[in-house]
């Protein structure tokens, strides 16, 4: 049987984009060059320090020096259940903060589990208010699990931990935290919020291409997840299989082949971010997020965060009255090679969504955008005065 194969003109290339929607963002030649180095076996001597270097590396980044870490082969969603799924057993009480779009995806995974799922739904765009939780608890005895995301993607909200953490504590239940889209990026105290699993991806602020997904698991964590009645329902996703291949006990057990290439590129892309130094990375995405907002202000855009609880690595822009969603964003890809974010959930084509993340968070971008701005927004009915972003932003960049 003969096969059809399509012509090389026909395949088409990647072409070179400006990331700055809510994820990927884009990857350091750096890492890329790292992903290019010779194909080595998952059980190599070799590799295996690799994946302790990874470790500790992690370990700085989630400023943790007693958690257990790791990278799990899957995206932040693949972290997410991998938590759920190894904590948690039918019957476990678990109580969710749910504040946005990827809260409500906790709620999905831990109900297919079979855990008694307490959702405490507040409103979007604002941090989860801590006395509903504090509330809440007091009605159980038998709490298993909190779970919190420290940066919601869907809202732009850096949430407060702190109090959130105390709650949990005090109520000898597990504290799970979603860091996606905040390490690297913000601060992420592992250890200062007595955290007991935190989980990040490797595509926004570490600046590496997506497929990974790394984490901090507690001591307490892991005695939990070892004296489970049940195994786990999914046996790719079980961190204690996962912990035996990263060495946790020292002996390492065969668990799948891991994605070699990935490792390489997460180990340069920790390397780069410890390089440059964390406060002053931190410094550079909020820098470059207050000159944003100032260039989105000066064209009369409402930023829907109040700056206190706004993150530095996603911006949510309220789209003007009369403007197409869809025909701004397709015109700064199309025509400026800029890629930015629209709502998810409740606030699907009412908010863009501006990623400033790990390698796409650099002031040459803020600029590139509020420039493309001013030419696609009077397009699309909407008037700004020439020039006003880029120079809001430029007083920012100089003060």
């Known amino acids: 049987m003969s096969q059809t194969v399509l012509p090389e003109s026909a395949v088409p290339s990647i072409p070179t984009r400006i990331l700055l929607g809510p994820g990927p963002s884009n ?52 972290g997410m259940e991998a938590g759920l799924s190894s904590l948690l057993e039918p019957g476990d009480t678990v109580v969710m903060c749910i504040y946005g779009f990827f809260c409500e995806r906790m709620v999905e995974m831990a109900s297919r589990i079979g855990a008694n799922v307490v959702p405490l739904r507040a409103g979007w765009g604002r941090p989860f208010p801590e006395e509903m939780l504090e509330e809440e608890l007091k009605k159980h005895t038998n709490v298993k699990m909190v779970t919190a995301i420290h940066a919601e993607t869907s809202t732009g909200v850096r949430q407060p931990m702190t109090n959130l953490a105390r709650l949990a504590k005090e109520n000898d239940a597990l504290l799970m935290v979603d860091s996606v889209t905040s390490l690297g990026g913000n601060e992420v105290l592992f250890d200062q919020w007595d955290a007991d699993y935190a989980y990040s991806a490797t595509q926004k602020c570490l600046g590496c291409p997506p497929g990974l997904s790394p984490v901090a698991v507690s001591d307490r964590a892991v005695d939990v997840m070892r004296n489970r009645e049940k195994a786990p329902v999914s046996w790719y996703l079980d961190l204690s299989l996962l912990g035996n291949y990263w060495g946790w006990e020292g002996n390492r057990v065969y668990h799948h082949t891991a994605p070699v290439s990935m490792i390489l590129a997460l180990r340069e892309g920790l390397r780069l971010a410890l390089s440059e130094g964390l406060t002053q990375r931190f410094q550079r995405h909020t820098l470059n997020a207050k000159a944003l907002c100032a260039g989105l202000e000066a064209f009369g855009l409402e930023c829907v965060v109040p700056e206190e609880h706004r993150l530095a690595q996603i911006t949510v822009v309220q789209i003007p009255d009369g ?72 007083n920012v960049f100089k003060s």
């Open 27 to 78: 990857v350091s030649p750096r890492v890329l060059q790292a992903m290019i180095q010779p194909m080595i076996g998952y059980l190599d001597p070799d590799f295996m320090l690799i994946m302790d270097e990874v470790r500790e590396l992690l370990k700085r980044v989630y400023q943790t020096e007693a958690a257990n870490t790791l990278a799990i082969s899957g995206t932040g969603s693949a």
């Open 323 to 394: 403007v197409d969603d869809s025909s701004v964003r397709q015109s700064l890809l199309r025509n400026f090679g800029i890629e930015i974010g629209g709502g998810l959930g409740e606030l699907a084509g009412k908010v863009w969504r501006i990623g400033l993340m790990g390698e796409s968070s650099k002031a040459e971008y803020v600029l590139a955008l509020l420039s493309a701005l001013e030419s696609v927004l009077p397009k699309a009915g909407y008037e700004v005065a020439h020039g006003s972003g880029v120079a809001a932003a430029n």
